[in-house]
């Protein structure tokens, strides 16, 4: 029963997550790449404001699957390189943090652009 629990939380807060991005897409005139860096952004600053944590803390993967939880990942890995590296950590931590994603995007985007023909609009 707890691990139906959990995976209830992470669906109900990651699809919350997603109805935002859908409500953005719908009701205003924000392309896509927008709406995607406004997600970064909104994670890095609620991550600096102390929200991020304690909703990643209830629901886990459904609030650090979306992108607003890339933004909760760059702004930790931030915090804690500064803290043990000094302010160049600034600028490493982030990528430190997020490197396993980073690179897995790329590989795939890599291996279905090789797979597949992409055509330019």
């Known amino acids: ?11 109900v807060v990651g699809g919350l ?8 897409l719908m009701y205003t005139r924000l392309t896509s ?17 102390g929200v991020y944590k304690p909703l990643v803390d ?5 609030a650090t ?3 607003t939880g890339f933004g909760y990942s760059l702004a930790t890995g931030a915090h804690d390189a500064v803290v043990e590296h ?8 982030g990528v430190m943090q997020t490197a396993a994603g980073i690179t897995a995007a790329v590989f795939f ?11 330019a609009k």
Not at 1 to 11: Q, S, T, V, Y
Not at 34 to 46: D, K, Q, Y
């Open 1 to 11: 029963m707890n691990e139906f629990l959990i995976c209830g939380k992470a669906f």
């Open 65 to 67: 699957v979306p992108l």
């Open 17 to 24: 997550i997603c109805c935002v991005g859908q409500a953005l």
């Open 109 to 119: 985007g890599l291996l279905n652009a090789l797979i597949f023909r992409p055509k």
């Open 86 to 93: 000094g302010i160049l950590g600034a600028f490493i931590g």
């Open 33 to 49: 790449a927008r709406i995607l860096v406004l997600f970064v952004v909104s994670g890095v600053v609620l991550t600096a404001l």
């Open 58 to 62: 209830f629901a886990g993967a459904g």
